[in-house]
């Protein structure tokens, strides 16, 4: 058995020396997950969401992550509506805000928050007890390294109906455990923050974390996306898991990436899991030459080309392999956009961000439209003329019969199943309109 022992840590970012509690002797054995703290931006005080006061300390918060916060709130109080009963994980719980809500507005059974730095202890405590008192037991505040608390929940067969794994940098390490602890037909909600993995500028980082060999690519904050729902699955697939992802989140602050799985254990039968493997884990390629993109399948590894027939040395941009299937279930993001209007968070004439994130992922959901999005800058300089209006685009290109729907990463781009041949010939159409 492992020996551990607190430790301390200092983060070249951070005055403070973080205190982390059973943390592994053997400096080896390290958890990846506690280096990367470049993200911190703790400051001291108290902060409000959604109608919550709460004390943040000395611990990380971001109000910017509020939106992922309502997202998992919603998905986790559906899943308490339809099951009865609600007992979550708070894996990397900070000042415990997850927490709080979970239990206020998901209304949880139960809430086990953990977060290695035991200086966050009083903040959170201080935190849950204004939901219900210690005693009544439907909270309980630990201090140890995520992947210690799941494997210590598996060996004591003490499963989730939800875990939230809010953690730094590319740390795909707690998947394993996280699958082991979560309950069948239960959720997890992991998270990425690594835009330089996404970007393609460290290929041999993604590969190591997530088994996806990613570069360049202009749909970069998409396949961030990708890179984790496909090192998701595969870490599944592993322990004959089935996992499939209900709803994945962009955020430009961090930058965060953000997707929830609905895990089910055992492989389903006739060989369906190896069909839907097959069909939705593969490579992404991109023609520098010409814009296109394809999906490659594992048994055409070896005759990728581009339709444009480019023989342009290097113009083909292969990623993977990587999550190739929808982002998004339509129907789960609509009940979570009901449930947002029933508790006044949408809806009564305001449009809000909230309002207008959970629309476009329903809209990005339409089964017709490829992986991807295109940047109308992109489609404007490969056509020589200025780019029309988004909306004008739109239409067009559904006139024409494809699939067309905005992109809720990028404000400029539009996610459609028409080729970049012909959205150049489109826009260029559109502009001898306008002479
Ligand atoms: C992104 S912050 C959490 C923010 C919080 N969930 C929120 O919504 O405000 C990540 C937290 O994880 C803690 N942490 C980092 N590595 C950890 C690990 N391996 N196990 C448990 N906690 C960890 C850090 O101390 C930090 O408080
Ligand atoms: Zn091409």
């Known amino acids: 058995m492992v020996s551990l022992c607190p430790t301390t840590l200092s983060s070249p970012f951070h005055s403070k020396t973080l205190k982390l509690n059973s943390y592994p002797q053997n400096a080896n054995h390290r958890p990846f997950s506690l280096l990367p703290l ?40 559906l899943y308490k509506k339809k099951n009865d009963n609600l007992r979550v994980l708070d894996a990397m719980c900070g000042c415990g805000i997850r927490s709080l809500r979970y239990l206020s507005e998901a209304q949880a059974d139960f809430v086990l928050a953990n977060d290695a730095n035991e200086d966050c202890n009083g903040v959170i405590v201080s935190n849950l007890s204004t939901v219900s008192s210690e005693e009544e037991g439907r909270w309980k505040v630990i201090h140890s390294v995520a992947n210690r608390v799941l494997a210590e929940r598996y060996v004591e067969r003490d499963y989730f109906d939800f875990i939230d794994v809010d953690s730094f940098g590319s740390d795909s390490s707690f998947f394993r455990c996280a699958f082991d602890v979560v309950k069948l037909g239960g959720l997890l909600y992991v998270t990425s923050t690594d835009g330089f993995s996404s970007g393609g500028h460290r290929p041999n980082h993604s590969l190591a974390a997530y088994g996806a060999y990613i570069r360049p690519l202009p749909y970069s904050n998409e396949i961030g996306l990708r890179m984790l729902i496909g090192g998701a699955v595969r870490e599944a697939s592993v322990l004959g898991y089935h996992v499939s992802p209900l709803f994945s989140y962009y955020s430009y602050h961090g930058p965060v990436f953000r997707v929830l799985l609905r895990v089910n254990r055992g492989k389903p039968p006739h060989g369906m899991y190896y069909y839907y493997l097959l069909q939705h884990y593969g490579f992404i390629c991109y023609c520098d030459c010409c814009g296109n993109s394809q999906a490659i399948s594992w048994d055409k590894l070896g005759q990728i080309k581009c339709p444009c027939g480019s023989d342009v040395p290097d113009s083909l941009v292969v990623c993977g392999p990587l999550w190739t299937g929808p982002l998004h279930c339509a129907e789960f993001l609509a009940e979570m956009l009901s449930l947002a209007g029933e508790w006044g968070w949408v809806g009564n004439d305001t449009i809000n961000d909230l309002d207008k994130l959970l629309k476009r992922m329903i809209d990005e959901s339409n089964p017709d439209l490829s992986f991807g999005f295109i940047k109308l800058d992109e489609i404007a300089s490969r056509a020589k003329v200025n780019s029309p209006p988004i909306v004008t685009v739109m239409n067009a290109i559904h006139q024409e019969g494809y699939g067309v729907s905005r992109s809720h990463i990028s404000n400029n781009a539009i996610k459609t199943n028409c080729p970049m041949s012909e959205c150049i010939r489109i826009v260029k159409g559109l502009q001898q309109q306008q002479l």
């Open 38 to 77: 470049s993200a911190v931006a703790s400051r001291s005080g108290y902060e409000t969401e959604r109608g919550f006061d709460f004390e943040i300390g000395d611990t990380f918060f971001r109000h910017e992550s509020a939106t992922g916060r309502d997202l998992g709130v919603l998905a986790a109080a």
